[in-house]
Nanobody
């Protein structure tokens, strides 16, 4: 059974940083794509960043930029990270880790979510 467990959320002031972690178990982590989604109150869930097994990444336009978000993975630890910097109040949301099994075109496993709140 696949499990994804996120950690690292919290309350931070605008301009601050947080690093989210997601540990996966029960899957062939190293060959699967991983993503971070977020959902703000009253809004649809959106893909923030994704990374495939080979390390290629893609980001939502709202988090692109040298001092914004960076997704990375450590296959030896079955862990994916989201380094968030220069945080803005509009980054406030519940952040979810997701895993897409090889050969699938949708994310089929989800974590429980971790709250990120950015105060102005």
């Amino acid at each position: 059974q696949v499990q994804l467990v996120e950690s690292g959320g919290g309350l931070v002031q605008a301009g601050g940083s947080l690093r989210l972690s997601c540990v996966a178990s029960g899957s062939i982590f190293s060959i699967n794509a991983m993503g971070w989604y977020r959902q703000a109150p009253g809004k649809q869930r959106e893909l923030v960043a994704a990374i495939i097994s080979g390390g290629k990444t893609n980001y939502a336009d709202s988090v692109k930029g040298r001092f914004r978000f960076t997704i990375s993975r450590d296959n030896a630890k079955n862990t994916v990270y989201l380094q968030m910097s220069s945080l803005k109040p509009e980054d406030t949301a519940v952040y979810y880790c997701a895993e897409r099994s090889s050969g699938k075109n949708v994310y089929d496993y989800w974590g429980q979510g971790t709250q990120v709140t950015v105060s102005s």
